[in-house]
């Protein structure tokens, strides 16, 4: 993993579009129908003012994945989580034990795993929290890995980003910082503000 850049500066939170340029979602649930997809859309009486208030649609999964492919249709990345839902009134989505795998053909591969995640709406970002943690898989030397209690990911850039404080291990050395921006296709690093550290001689 390579340091970014040190004449880049730290910037807002990553921002997601509506759209989904380049990338194509498909969600899956091995036995569906089994582990509950369930739709619902509730409909109140008239109140007084004779007007209904409507409950929009939203779901629930269990075991779901979520793929994201290319523009020719090349897998770039998975999302898996034990319990997916969606707000039926804003349509954001909520996330329980998320495990990110991100492997192209042409770079170096990432694991992230959260306690929970979401995804708010009419956004691509997806936000991790709780005890968050990326780890490179290296086929050869130690892997880096990287501990926070949120970090935000952007599919389609694929660059990661938090405000908070970061722990990073990688080859017996342990630095600290906070804020941080993670060049995930690039494999390089930036860190932000407040950086220390201790090495290995």
């Known amino acids: ?79 898996r989580t034990r319990e997916m839902l969606q707000d039926p009134v804003d349509g954001a989505v909520a996330l329980t034990d998320v495990a990110l795998q991100y492997s192209p053909s042409a770079a170096v591969p990432w694991d992230l795993t959260a306690d929970a995640g979401s995804m708010p709406p009419d956004s691509d970002i997806l936000q991790l929290s709780g005890e968050v943690v990326a780890v490179t898989r290296e086929d050869s030397g130690e892997p880096a890995i990287i501990r926070t209690d949120y970090l935000e990911i952007d599919p389609q850039t694929f660059i990661a980003y938090t405000e908070r404080p970061v722990a990073i291990e990688m080859s017996g050395d342990r630095i600290l910082a906070t804020g941080m921006r993670v060049f995930l296709k690039e494999d390089r690093l930036q860190l932000i503000a407040d950086v220390t550290g201790t090495f290995t001689p």
């Open 1 to 79: 993993m390579r340091p970014a850049d040190p004449g880049l500066g730290g910037g807002p939170i990553l921002k997601g579009s509506g759209g989904v340029n380049g990338f194509t979602l498909v969600l899956l649930a091995a036995g569906a129908l089994a582990s509950g997809l369930w739709l619902w859309q509730l409909q109140e009486p008239d109140d007084d003012n004779g007007r209904s208030r409507r409950l929009g649609t939203g779901y629930y999964l269990k075991d779901a994945e979520l793929v994201g492919t290319g523009t020719t249709g090349e897998v770039l990345y998975r999302i």
